[in-house]
């Protein structure tokens, strides 16, 4: 299957710093979603973004993407130690887009 | 507020037996999906089902088999438990992607996942 592909594969910073991730996927989209996952736990949807937007934000994230380039970046701003988790984009699965692909996801890690 | 459960956080089996992970949401939900989760290969998915008694194989079906005979309850089912079925099991519903407006692939909600050891 065609997934999508975080990068980079694992970011460190400090509190109050801000954390990007970018995401690239291969086919056209109806809309590209953020999830966070915390170690060894189930994955927590963040935000959703439509093929026609160009950028959404949500409290201290901002999520844009760039349909022509087939990417979207994850920017988390003043970045807490409460942020460190694993971070994952996901496009539809298959023609019914019912399901979805997931990437390897980016790992952050913001220290106190 | 909304909750996908799993049956067991960790599972400890031998090789040939036959394994059901049991997943259930309460937010009458359509759609339900199993993945599973390995270092360095992320999330893949192994089957969902958009419908009671309907399943449709996702990446990794091999070895797997479901069943969804309450809108409810989605099992996955390991006929016989080999080692390299060792991962971590994350089962996930979300609403139907509605087609009549062509509209977005809904949110997914995880439960906490099942660790599974295979020895």
């Known amino acids: 299957s065609q997934q999508g592909e975080e990068d980079p594969q694992a970011l460190s910073i400090q509190e109050g710093e801000n954390a990007t991730m970018n995401c690239s996927y291969k086919t056209s989209i109806n809309n590209l979603q953020w999830y966070r996952q915390n170690s060894g736990r189930g994955l927590v949807h963040l935000i959703l973004?439509?093929?026609?937007?160009r950028e959404k934000h949500s409290g201290r994230l901002r999520v844009t993407l760039d349909t022509s380039k087939k990417s979207s970046s994850l920017l988390i701003t003043a970045s807490r130690a409460a942020d460190t988790a694993s971070y994952f984009c996901?496009?539809?699965?298959?023609?019914?887009?019912?399901?979805?692909?997931f990437g390897k996801g980016t790992s952050l890690l913001v220290t106190p | 507020d909304v909750k996908v459960t799993q049956s067991s956080r960790y599972l400890v089996k031998r090789t040939g037996e036959k394994v059901f992970l049991e997943c259930v949401q309460d937010m009458d939900h359509e759609n339900m999906f199993w993945y599973r989760q390995d270092p360095g290969l992320g999330l893949r998915l192994i089957y969902f089902s958009y419908d009671v008694k309907m399943k449709e194989k996702g990446d990794i079906p091999e070895g797997y088999s479901v069943s969804r005979e309450k809108k409810e309850r989605f099992s996955l089912i390991l006929e016989s438990a080999s080692t390299n079925q060792t991962s971590m099991y994350l089962c996930?519903?979300?609403?139907?992607?509605?087609?009549?407006?062509?509209?977005?692939?809904?949110?997914?909600?995880f439960g906490p996942g099942t660790r599974l050891t295979v020895t």
């Open positions: 973004i439509r093929s026609n937007e």
């Open positions: 996930a519903s979300s609403l139907l992607r509605s087609r009549r407006t062509g509209g977005d692939s809904y949110e997914q909600y």
């Open positions: 996901a496009t539809a699965w298959g023609p019914s887009g019912y399901a979805l692909n």
